[in-house]
């Protein structure tokens, strides 16, 4: 049980990634706090997480609002007394051409995925300092590693977060509180109902592995970072797509 006595909160957990993050955290013995926007989605993973026998808190709260991030980070604290592992991994994916990109999408994009990190980080790294013990972990996309078209506002926001974590890393590494990123390709998750099956087969082909993620794959990553394992790992950015990165990068 590598996280046993740990409190864990995953953003954007309702669903997908956050979901296997968050149930493969509390099989590990860490008490988990559930957020998204469904509260129907949130109680139905509150309740799978429980059923690994540990405890675990659904909140309703937008990380795009800062004082919504601090009154979820306090009722983190009042319900399990400490919070020692943050995962940001809420965010929202359009895929839109430049000159169609509007103001609203843009602002909507770098709210939710950049200044969600902010917002929550600023909320809860405090009181992980104060512990001398902390992991902070963002969950972004392989679109801040290579910036593809017609994806401009979530390129800028993903890199930002790259920086962001980076900057963080470096300055509360000397407090015992890391910062790393999983940057993702395509992962099985809701969101691939937006594409058709000649375009996800497609997608798949250009994959040196074959085959696109599964959102388990991206919880164990989670899971060292979140280790004793990782206490000598700062500031990294694994690329987690199956070599395509590399291959159409």
Same mark, same amino acid.
């Given at each position: 049980m590598r996280l046993s006595g740990k409190t864990a909160l995953v953003t954007g957990s309702s669903s997908g990634i956050g979901r296997a993050i968050a149930l493969r955290f509390a099989r590990e013995g860490a008490d988990v706090v559930i957020n998204g926007r469904d509260e129907r989605k949130i109680a139905s993973v509150v309740k799978d997480a429980q059923a690994s026998g540990g405890r675990a808190l659904g909140i309703r709260a937008n990380v795009g609002? @800062?004082?919504?991030?601090?009154? *979820?980070?306090?009722?983190?604290?009042s319900e399990f007394g400490h919070l020692d592992i943050l995962v940001c991994n809420a965010g929202v994916f359009h895929h839109t051409p430049f000159l169609k990109l509007s103001e609203e999408e843009w602002d909507e994009v770098l709210t939710i995925d950049l200044k969600g990190i902010f917002n929550c980080v600023r909320a809860a790294v405090a009181q992980m300092v104060d512990r001398k013990w902390g992991r902070i972990i963002a969950v972004t996309a392989t679109s801040g590693v290579v910036a593809p078209p017609q994806m401009a506002h979530i390129a800028a926001a993903k890199t930002g977060a790259h920086g962001l974590i980076k900057s963080i890393a470096a300055e509360f590494a000397s407090s015992g509180v890391t910062a790393n990123v999983i940057a993702p390709g395509l992962v099985d998750t809701p969101i691939l109902g937006n594409f058709s099956e000649q375009a996800l087969q497609e997608f798949a082909r250009r994959v040196p592995i074959g085959r696109i993620g599964r959102p388990e794959e991206? =919880?164990? =990553? =989670? @899971?060292?970072? =979140?280790?004793?394992?990782?206490?000598?790992?700062?500031?990294?950015? @694994?690329? *987690?797509?199956?070599?395509?990165v590399i291959a159409n990068g």
């Open positions: 609002d @800062l004082g919504e991030c601090r009154t *979820m980070i306090e009722r983190t604290q991206i =919880a164990e =990553a =989670a @899971l060292y970072f =979140a280790s004793e394992d990782a206490a000598y790992v700062t500031g990294q950015v @694994l690329n *987690m797509s199956g070599g395509a």
